[in-house]
């Protein structure tokens, strides 16, 4: 037993000496995850903003210039300036500098004064369906809030009652302010799709590694055994895996304000078990890869596919695929985001949170074995 | 042969007494179909520094593999260090010290951090390390180098730290597979020097080897050949073998091309290129019996000279290696 310490210290302080040696894993360590974070948080966004307009003006009154103003002003569209025709629509799309047209048909102004219907479309570029989609639901929101007003200030005009005010306003709201909940809704589960990608590249090469210089096969003519190799090598990962959560929900509270409700015990037995079953996952590759190259290969499609899309990070796990529901059981992420989300912004109880927390667990205990038994086989 | 001319006499002479380090019986190994060992028998004994020789692929290092407990035999039996290596592997690799041809240490640790990390791996006590470890440094000719990473040392200082990292824990065998491949021959002469010290102090040493020079100067041989051992004993008993027949050494011009016009020349056992030379076995001819330099002549090879040589190791397994062939 006291061996059997000694052997997976050794291992473990030999990985720590490797890391520290090598710039480039610290900065995979550190210096990556942490930009991971910031970069995604804000790329990955699902406010879209600024969207370059180009409009067209064929009615030039005052009040199709106060309908394209309207648009300038809600902070969604970023006005690129106007052009004469239709074709000037097509070059601008075709140029990429807009992906929505405001175009005000002649007698606009006349229509509206009159009590007619005010003869406006706006083209959206569709070539992307989640922009264009958004574009299309503020153009929608807008245009009804402009109708509306117009349709006031027409009554107004002539002394009539105005006709009663619609329900969009809580609609156009969702999407006024949406920066916080985006934010909220996203870093909890990004920081844990952040800790899986790191900690399954980095161990799935460690045994392809040391099987390529030839060490793996003086480490097994020693006394050490195949379970010691796996803990001295998931030790000092699990160690840094856990400095990094720590690091990134460190700025998740400071820089992104969300907010920590639940009891961060559960966070803390969460995340290490997840690290570990990342870890181990890793290592499984590690197992069976026949090259570093393509160990590197499995490991990114292994941490990032299941990543984003089978974890529940960015879609509901409910609406996606049956088959591919259950596919997702087999990556940790998905028990751990229940976890995160639950413990930052629900403040989820011990209680309800235990079945992700022991699902970890057998997980964990289970990808340790299977590597073990891989990496065995292949000595 | 040069290399070691002037240390042959210094060459320990294995005890006669004491345990075997190694007995192997009937041990077998397949993978699938394939027969990679073939029921070999072989006995080590304490001190010797025994020689496993044979070409790539013949089953050198799956052998070494079963002896040190990594890998189980498909069948038969061995002891290694009075430990069977089915029941006690574990046992084994405690009482063993292994050194690949790789000199497997790690290139981004010192010199200090590679014997700490195998003392770690053998449980050595802080006491046993520091001593240990001094006599290591001094024995490997590092002293001052304890904090030099083991990527820029010269390849034998790495082979002499790699013997010292396997030597750590004092084990009474060691393995060697291919231990001075890729070093110069300085470095391997100073290599083969310490191993004589390790078996003069009772070490068994069992090592692979393509360099006959270094095979002559082992205590015993056995030559591995598709799985099989076809030749056992001391260097002398294994080229006694061929002590009937006459092995000329021709001065020949174009010596490929004389090598190929001698294919199926019944006055010839086997001929191959030695270096420079072309070897010819005729057996139990002589030399103007096969008057080669005729046959040679009016193929038109001009021969200078013809030399008749005393066999060696390399004879005398091109000799085995052709026989096994004929009989396949």
Same mark, same amino acid.
């Given at each position: 037993m006291r061996g059997s310490v000694a052997r997976i210290t050794a291992i473990a302080s030999k990985e720590f000496i490797h890391i520290s040696r090598d710039w480039r894993m610290i900065v995979a360590v550190l210096v990556l995850p942490l930009t991971q974070l910031l970069l995604f948080a804000y790329a990955i966004s699902f406010d879209v903003r600024n969207i370059p307009t180009v409009t067209l003006d064929l009615d030039r009154s005052a009040a199709s210039r106060a309908f394209i103003d309207a648009y300038g002003h809600s902070g969604f569209f970023s006005m690129q300036g106007g052009v004469t025709d239709q074709a000037g629509v097509m070059q601008a799309f075709d140029r990429g500098t807009a992906r929505a047209a405001i175009?005000?048909?002649?007698?606009?102004?006349?229509?509206?004064?009159?009590?007619?219907?005010?003869?406006?479309?706006?083209?959206?570029?569709?070539?992307?369906?989640?922009?264009?989609?958004?574009?299309?639901?503020?153009?929608?929101?807008?245009?009804?809030?402009?109708?509306?007003?117009?349709?006031?200030?027409?009554?107004?005009?002539?002394?009539?009652?105005?006709?009663?005010?619609?329900?969009?306003?809580?609609?156009?709201?969702?999407?006024?302010?949406?920066e916080r909940r985006s934010a909220d809704f996203l870093i909890p589960g990004l920081m844990v799709v952040i800790i899986m990608i790191v900690t399954i590249q980095q161990t799935s090469v460690t045994l392809v590694r040391e099987r390529e210089n030839g060490t793996l096969e003086q480490l097994m003519e020693s006394p050490l055994t195949h379970g010691e190799l796996i803990l001295g090598k998931v030790a000092p990962w699990a160690i840094l895996g856990f400095v990094d959560m720590v690091l990134i929900t460190a700025i998740a509270l400071v820089v992104f304000g969300v907010p920590l409700r639940g009891d961060i015990a559960v966070l803390a037995i969460g995340t290490l078990l997840f690290?570990?079953?990342?870890?181990?996952?890793?290592?499984?590759?590690?197992?069976?890869?026949?090259?570093?190259?393509?160990a590197n290969m499995a490991g990114l499609l292994v941490s990032f596919l299941p990543g984003f899309m089978l974890s529940g990070m960015a879609f509901p796990l409910a609406s996606i695929p049956v088959p591919l529901q259950v596919i997702s059981y087999l990556f940790p992420a998905r028990y751990m985001i229940e976890i995160s989300r639950g413990i930052f912004l629900r403040g989820t109880s011990w209680g309800a949170l235990y079945p992700e927390v022991l699902s970890l667990a057998v997980y964990a205990v289970a990808a340790l074995g299977i590597a073990t038994l891989l990496n065995r086989r292949r000595t | 042969m040069s290399l070691f001319g002037n240390r042959k006499q210094a060459v320990p002479q294995a005890e006669t007494l004491g345990d075997d380090a190694i007995v192997v019986s009937k041990l077998r190994k397949t993978f699938g179909d394939f027969v990679a060992v073939d029921s070999i028998d072989l006995t080590v004994k304490r001190g010797e520094i025994f020689g496993f020789l044979g070409p790539n692929g013949s089953g050198k290092t799956t052998t070494i593999r079963m002896l040190c407990g990594v890998i189980e035999p498909s069948g038969g039996t061995a002891t290694v260090m009075g430990y069977d290596i089915c029941k006690d592997p574990e046992k084994v690799r405690c009482n063993i010290g292994y050194m690949s041809q790789k000199f497997s240490l790690f290139q981004d640790l010192t010199v200090d951090e590679n014997l700490r990390f195998y003392s770690g791996l053998y449980g050595l006590t802080a006491e046993k390390y520091a001593e240990r470890r /001094?006599?290591?440094?001094?024995? /490997?000719?590092?002293?001052?180098?304890?904090?030099?990473l083991t990527k820029n040392l010269s390849v034998g200082w790495k082979q002499r730290l790699a013997l010292g990292c396997a030597t750590l824990h004092e084990p009474k065998l060691i393995f060697l597979d291919e231990p001075t491949s890729g070093v110069d021959p300085t470095a391997r002469r100073q290599f083969w020097e310490l191993l004589y010290d390790l078996a003069n102090d009772g070490v068994a040493l069992f090592v692979t080897t393509h360099y006959m020079d270094e095979a002559t100067h082992c205590n015993r041989l056995a030559f591995i050949y598709r799985g099989d051992i076809i030749a056992a004993g001391t260097p002398q008993e294994v080229k006694a073998g061929l002590a009937k027949d006459t092995i000329l050494r021709l001065d020949v011009d174009d010596g490929e091309g004389a090598l190929a016009a001698l294919q199926g020349n019944s006055a010839v056992a086997e001929a191959y290129m030695q270096g420079a030379s072309l070897q010819v076995n005729i057996g139990h001819l002589s030399a103007d019996e096969a008057d080669l330099p005729a046959v040679l002549g009016s193929a038109g090879f001009l021969v200078h000279g013809v030399e008749r040589v005393e066999p060696t190791l390399e004879d005398a397994f091109v000799h085995l290696v052709t026989e096994q062939g004929g009989r396949a």
């Open positions: 175009i005000v048909e002649r007698g606009y102004g006349d229509d509206i004064a009159s009590g007619r219907p005010g003869p406006v479309s706006v083209l959206i570029d569709g070539s992307e369906p989640n922009s264009a989609q958004l574009a299309q639901t503020y153009a929608l929101a807008l245009d009804q809030t402009l109708g509306r007003q117009a349709a006031v200030s027409w009554a107004a005009a002539r002394g009539l009652s105005p006709p009663t005010a619609g329900t969009l306003q809580p609609l156009v709201r969702t999407w006024y302010n949406p690290i570990v079953c990342s870890l181990s996952l890793g290592l499984v590759i590690s197992a069976v890869a026949p090259t570093i190259e393509s | /001094a006599y290591i440094l001094k024995m /490997a000719d590092l002293e001052g180098r304890e904090t030099e």
